[in-house]
Every structure is written in C-alpha cells, then in structure tokens.
C-alpha cells in the first residue's frame, strides 16, 4: 500500500468517526427532546387526575343529592296523583248520588203534580182584598179591648 492510500484510509475512518459521532450526537439531542416532552405529557396528565379527582369528590356528592331529590319529587309526585285518583272517584261518585237524588226529586214533583196544581189553585182563589179587610175589622173590634187590659196591668 501506498502512503496515499493510508492517508485515504484514516480520512475515511476519521471522516466515518465523525459521521457516527455526529448521528451519535443528533440521537442524543432526539432523546432530550423526546424526554422533555415526556416530561410535558406526565405533568398534563397529572394535573388532568389532579382535576378529575377534584371534579369527583365535589361534584359527584352534589349529583348524587340532586338524583336524590328528583327521586323524592317524582315519589311525591305519584302520591299526589293516587290521591288525585281517589278524588276523582269519590267525585264520580257524589256526581251519581246527585243524578240520583234529581231523579228522585223529578219522581216526587211528578208523582206530586196533581196535588200541587190544586195547592196552587186554591192558593190562587183566596180573596187577599177580603182577608186584608177582615184582618182590619178584627184590629178595630180588638183594639178597645186590649186597651181596656193594659189599663189593670
């Protein structure tokens, strides 16, 4: 070998150092890089539990009372329309009773009839001019008398 050809061997070894060296040195720099952003990634995911778990302990209690009291307005809820059923039965059945006691009343008035249109008839034959005059005669036939007695009391 020849003293050119040595010399071009060591470029080539310096030159391939310096190439491995240099991939050697840009690996190195992709790793920080990649561990930085890790490191990114770990403390957004921490403060993510870190939030969830602040969500969790305040506003899952809060949930949970109002699920509570949606349960409790719904119970009372139905409650009130089983009463509102009974209402309406005992509605239904007080509006029978008054058709009932109608019919009843309609029975009586016809069953009735005649003896009130002779009631009314002999109510309207009363001379009311003659009872007035004769209530007055009784007045003045009386008066004298009842003063008489006032008189001894």
Do not use: H, W
């Not at 060296?21 to 957004?44: C, G, M, N, T």
């Not at 006691?101 to 008839?121: P, Q």
């Amino acid at each position: 070998m020849s003293d050119k050809e040595e010399v071009m061997e060591k470029k080539e070894e310096g030159t391939s150092k310096n190439k491995e060296r240099d991939i050697l040195e840009e690996l190195l720099k992709s790793e920080k890089k990649e561990v930085r952003y890790a490191r990114i990634a770990a403390f957004f995911t921490f403060g993510l539990f870190v939030i969830l778990l602040v969500v969790a302990i305040i506003i899952v209690p809060k949930v949970v009372s109002t699920l509570n009291n949606i349960n409790d307005t719904v119970t009372s809820a139905y409650q009130t329309i089983e009463g509102l059923d009974e209402v309406m039965d005992n509605i239904n059945s007080m509006s029978t009773s008054i058709e009932k006691t109608s019919e009843n009343m309609n029975d009586m008035i016809t069953d009735n009839a005649t003896e009130l249109t002779g009631a009314v008839e002999k109510l309207g034959s009363i001379d009311y001019d003659g009872l007035n005059q004769a209530i007055t005669d009784l007045q003045d036939a009386v008066g004298p008398f009842a003063t008489f007695m006032n008189r001894f009391k």
